[in-house]
Nanobody
Framework: QVQLVESGGGLVQAGGSLRLSCAASGRTFSDYAMGWFRQAPGKEREFVAAISRIGGSSSSADSVKGRFTISRDNAKNTVYLQMNSLKPEDTAVYYC???????????????????WGQGTQVTVSS
C-alpha cells in the first residue's frame, strides 16, 4: 500500500501561484511514477502532469504547459506541482497518484495509477 497526502491548495486570485505537495509513505517512493490529476465540478477527472520514477521524464497537459511544473524529491518522498499564472478554469480538486511502472515511463491515463490521495481544493477567483 502507498499512502498519499496532498497539501498546499487554497484560494488564489487569477494570475497568482500555488505549490501543491504530495507526501507518500508505505512503499519505496522511487518505484513509482507520480501524477497529478484534477476534477472540476460536473467534469471528469483529467490529467495534469506526470513525472517518472527518478524524474528524468515528465509530461503535462496542453492546458497547463508553460504554467505548471511537476517535480519530485525522492529523498523526501514528495512530489510537487508548481502552478503559476493561475486561471479561473484551473479551479478543481487536485489529486496526486502513484503508478508502479518502468523507469522513464509516464502514463497520462488515470487507469494506470494504483494509488490516489484524497485531493486538495484549488480555487482561482477572477
Amino acid at each position: 500500500q502507498v499512502q498519499l497526502v496532498e497539501s498546499g491548495g487554497g484560494l488564489v486570485q487569477a494570475g497568482g501561484s500555488l505549490r501543491l505537495s504530495c507526501a507518500a509513505s508505505g512503499r519505496t517512493f522511487s518505484d513509482y511514477a507520480m501524477g497529478w490529476f484534477r476534477q472540476a465540478p460536473g467534469k471528469e477527472r483529467e490529467f495534469v502532469a506526470a513525472i517518472s520514477r527518478i524524474g528524468g521524464s515528465s509530461s503535462s497537459a496542453d492546458s497547463v504547459k508553460g504554467r505548471f511544473t511537476i517535480s519530485r524529491d525522492n529523498a523526501k518522498n514528495t512530489v510537487y506541482l508548481q502552478m503559476n499564472s493561475l486561471k479561473p478554469e484551473d479551479t478543481a480538486v487536485y489529486y496526486c497518484a502513484a503508478d508502479r511502472t518502468a523507469q522513464r515511463v509516464v502514463h497520462l491515463s488515470s487507469r494506470s495509477y494504483e494509488y490516489w490521495g484524497q485531493g486538495t481544493q484549488v480555487t482561482v477567483s477572477s
